[in-house]
């Protein structure tokens, strides 16, 4: 059974960074795409970043140059680096991953999640 965890949110204040971590464990996943969406409450889930498994990023527009995402596939970990936050950032973020290459587009996630990390970025 394919399990994600997510790691590394919490309280940040607006300007300030974080670092979330997502490792794949388990199942059958081989070479997933990885993917990161959130959700702020009372609003829908968004993209946010997705890396392929080589290593090809993208980016919701919110996201550009100010987040990171990166992976170490030798861990089967993926990593998103936040930087000068604001508190529009505040949300569940949330880990994703497929097999399928769809999922870097953002716009059709896979069928794996993480159970969320909160992201709180204070003014």
């Known amino acids: 059974q394919v399990q994600l965890a997510e790691s590394g949110g919490g309280l940040a204040q607006a300007g300030g960074s974080l670092r979330l971590s997502c490792i794949v464990s388990g199942g059958t996943l081989r070479s997933p795409h990885m993917g990161w969406f959130r959700q702020a409450l009372g609003q829908e889930r968004e993209f946010v970043a997705a890396i392929s498994w080589s290593g090809v990023p993208n980016y919701a527009d919110s996201a550009k140059g100010r987040f990171t995402i990166t992976r170490d596939n030798a861990k089967n970990t993926a990593y998103l680096q936040m930087n000068s936050l604001k508190p529009e950032d505040t949300a569940v973020y949330y880990c994703?991953?497929?097999?399928?290459?769809?999922?870097?587009?953002?716009?059709?996630?896979?069928?794996?999640w993480g159970q969320g990390t909160q992201v709180t970025v204070s003014s």
């Open positions: 994703n991953a497929d097999s399928r290459k769809t999922v870097v587009a953002g716009s059709d996630p896979g069928p794996y």
